[in-house]
């Protein structure tokens, strides 16, 4: 997987793309779109990685060509007093099993929510 | 609750006429409404141009909801996000407990003492001479996470988690009364303590953060389903297939990252919204507010649950009686009438009931600290009351009625002395037992801030009047004066 030029991201033909979405200080309230073509593998389920972080990470293989896409909803547990915490956050790492270029991107609560990721793929030969 | 003569509902007319018109914003108010916050977060990180990039990179530029909903904020849709959002509000305000009566304590804070909830780690609130300050729980919370976040810092190891959880269910207040130093105004001074009142939440899961909640959250991410996502993923093909696209979103990020002034980046952000729409279906712009709408329903659904689940409460309140100035010749100052300092512990058990219902029960008792001339004991009283609240959506045409059914058993055993005993706004001094029923529809009349209160009360006793027992009918109208400042 690499970068293109105008932002989307590249990757080839049957190439294993995997998803790791790490939610910090906040109930895990992300939420995957379906992909354009391919299927949502969950590798890893979600799960407690540290007393204030919960991970889940998906894959999916890149078809043949054209463009593959999908979202991420990703949203922040409010208290009684209508507040996120302080240090709440989302992490999404994607990377493909090609090349080591991983694309990581930081979601912290700025309403409205839920907050919206998108992420586009051409399939290049 | 006291009677009012018919002619109110004249004034009440005149007011709801004036007061109506409050709610009206304009488009660009409402757009900006929409806005704010990410603005205010890119302003925040103006100076740190890295940090400023990657909030617009990783975030701001790419999340196309808000900007969809900056153009329909006139949408039935569009206003239930913002408002399910608070965008219209300043997050911090308390939600006040509406239609209640007084006869029994509910248990909550904010709610049994009638104070704001700010998020300082103490409030200070004044009322004529008393000045009263109150630790906070979650500003507590809020204000030490924040100090530490400030220093580059983490309260993420267990033992400060658990420490934080620990502080969240204390909750202490000290009222002081100014005019009891003669001349000298408010010194904070022994003589001067009114009230010290301690409450420790036994029970309290209410916090929808709360661990114990993950399971909901779980269900709730099942429920709300990904129709959201899935058309945010299709708006983004969408949008990156037109060819304009990319320039204006390259120009925004420039403008952005160059901005020297605040103003440049709210200009910048408002025009990557207009220019938005342009990329925007109607048909995708409607089907992305149904979605959200929905997802924000089912959540909304979630907080409510979460917001009534039980709570039980113990709480300790030292009430002092004001000290009066002995004559010159006597030293030290002497209680009034000899009246001792009271303690009263109180457990409150608050939970949902049938229904929408709330039901909360609660039991006290109250001691004199010292036994003064002629008394038996130190044991003044003690109650047991309970109260159903029963929301009645749309009675009468009218939203958010609500009854209330209270009961209240009260033995005083002394004369209450320096603090008083209160029932239904009504001073008791004289000693034996007493039962108290109330029955109370109110009515507000839409969000007006004007509610009109039926109630049915009876009394064992009626201490202004005889010694028998009494039925007693009112009607009248309230006015909350906080729904017209909170605007």
Same mark, same amino acid.
């Given at each position: 997987m690499k970068r293109q030029p105008d932002g989307d991201l590249q990757i080839a033909p049957g190439e294993v793309v995997t998803v790791?979405? @790490? =939610? #910090?200080?906040?109930?895990?309230?992300?939420?995957?779109?379906?992909?354009?073509?391919?299927?949502?593998?969950?590798v890893e389920p979600v799960h407690q !990685? #540290?007393?204030?972080?919960?991970?889940?990470?998906?894959?999916?293989? =890149?078809?043949? #060509?054209? #463009?593959?896409?999908? =979202?991420? @909803?990703?949203?922040?547990?409010?208290?009684?007093?209508? =507040?996120?915490?302080? %240090?709440?956050?989302?992490?999404?790492?994607?990377?493909?099993?090609?090349?080591?270029?991983?694309?990581?991107? %930081?979601? !912290?609560?700025?309403?409205?929510?839920?907050?919206?990721?998108?992420?586009?793929?051409?399939?290049?030969p | 609750m006291t009677s009012r003569t018919p002619i109110a509902l004249a004034v009440l007319t005149a007011t709801?006429?004036?007061?109506?018109?409050?709610?009206?914003?304009? &488009?660009?108010?409402?757009?900006?409404? $929409?806005? +704010?916050?990410?603005?205010?977060?890119?302003?925040?990180?103006r100076a740190d141009k890295a940090v400023l990039q990657k909030l617009l990179d990783d975030? $701001?530029?790419?999340?196309?909801?808000?900007?969809?909903? /900056?153009?329909?904020? +006139?949408?039935?849709?569009?206003?239930?996000?913002?408002?399910?959002?608070?965008?219209?509000?300043?997050?911090? /305000?308390?939600?006040?407990? /509406?239609?209640?009566?007084?006869? $029994?304590?509910?248990?909550?804070?904010?709610?049994?003492?009638?104070?704001a909830v700010e998020t300082g780690a103490i409030t200070q609130t004044q009322s004529g001479t008393s000045v009263t300050f109150q630790t906070n729980p979650a500003g507590l919370v809020d204000a030490l996470t924040n100090g530490v976040a400030a220093l580059n810092s983490s309260l993420n190891d267990t033992a400060s988690q658990n420490t934080l959880n620990a502080l969240r269910r204390f909750n202490v207040s000290?009222?002081?009364?100014?005019? *009891? &130093?003669? &001349? *000298?105004?408010?010194?904070?001074?022994?003589?001067?303590?009114? *009230?010290?009142?301690?409450?420790?939440?036994?029970?309290?899961?209410?916090?929808?953060?709360?661990?114990a909640w993950r399971t909901v959250w779980d269900a709730f991410r099942a429920q709300a389903g990904n129709g959201l996502a899935n058309i945010t993923a299709a708006l983004a093909l969408d949008v990156s297939k037109s060819p304009e696209f990319q320039p204006l979103r390259s120009s925004v990020r420039a403008r952005i990252l160059n901005a020297t002034t605040d103003e440049e980046i709210e200009r910048a952000l408002l025009d990557y919204a207009e220019g938005f729409e342009l990329f925007v279906s109607e048909q995708v712009s409607r089907r992305m507010l149904d979605e959200w709408a929905r997802y924000l329903r089912t959540q909304t659904d979630v907080y409510r649950t979460l917001a009534r689940s039980q709570i039980l409460t113990f709480e300790y309140q030292l009430d002092r009686p004001p000290v009066q100035d002995a004559p010159a010749e006597a030293s030290p100052p002497q209680a009034a009438a000899d009246a001792p300092d009271l303690s009263a512990f109180r457990l409150v058990w608050v939970r949902p009931f049938l229904g929408a219902s709330d039901m909360t029960v609660n039991a006290s008792v109250s001691l004199f600290n010292e036994k003064v001339t002629d008394m038996s004991r130190q044991l003044r009283d003690w109650q047991i009351g309970g109260k159903?609240?029963?929301?009645?959506?749309?009675?009468?045409?009218?939203?958010?009625?609500?009854?209330?059914?209270?009961?209240?058993?009260?033995?005083l055993r002394q004369s209450p002395l320096g603090v008083p005993v209160i029932v239904n706004g009504v001073p008791v001094d004289r000693t034996g037992s007493l039962g108290f029923?109330?029955?109370?529809?109110?009515?507000?009349? /839409? &969000?007006?801030?004007?509610?009109?209160?039926?109630? $049915?009360?009876y009394a064992s006793r009626t201490e202004l009047i005889k010694d028998e027992s009494e039925f007693r009918g009112n009607v009248g109208f309230t006015l909350d004066l906080d729904k017209f400042v909170g605007r």
């Open positions: 790791t979405v @790490t =939610a #910090s200080n906040t109930h895990y309230l992300t939420i995957f779109s379906d992909l354009q073509r391919a299927e949502w593998t969950i !990685v #540290s007393h204030v972080a919960v991970q889940e990470t998906r894959s999916f293989v =890149a078809g043949a #060509s054209g #463009s593959e896409a999908f =979202a991420l @909803t990703l949203d922040f547990v409010r208290n009684q007093q209508g =507040a996120t915490h302080p %240090q709440a956050q989302y992490v999404i790492q994607v990377r493909g099993n090609r090349e080591p270029f991983t694309v990581t991107k %930081q979601i !912290v609560p700025i309403p409205p929510f839920p907050i919206g990721r998108p992420f586009l793929f051409e399939v290049v | 709801l006429a004036l007061a109506t018109p409050l709610q009206a914003q304009s &488009d660009e108010e409402t757009r900006l409404a $929409v806005l +704010r916050p990410t603005i205010a977060a890119l302003q925040k990180v975030q $701001v530029l790419d999340n196309y909801a808000p900007l969809v909903l /900056a153009a329909a904020t +006139r949408t039935q849709n569009g206003r239930f996000i913002i408002e399910a959002n608070r965008l219209d509000k300043q997050v911090g /305000a308390s939600s006040r407990g /509406a239609g209640t009566t007084n006869l $029994v304590s509910s248990g909550s804070v904010p709610r049994l003492l009638g104070f000290l009222t002081f009364d100014a005019n *009891q &130093d003669s &001349d *000298q105004g408010f010194t904070g001074s022994y003589r001067q303590l009114q *009230q010290v009142s301690a409450q420790v939440y036994v029970y309290n899961h209410r916090d929808p953060t709360h661990p159903l609240d029963f929301p009645l959506n749309a009675v009468f045409g009218f939203s958010k009625a609500q009854f209330t059914v209270a009961a209240l058993y009260m033995r029923f109330q029955a109370r529809l109110r009515i507000p009349l /839409a &969000d007006s801030g004007f509610s009109v209160p039926f109630s $049915v009360t």
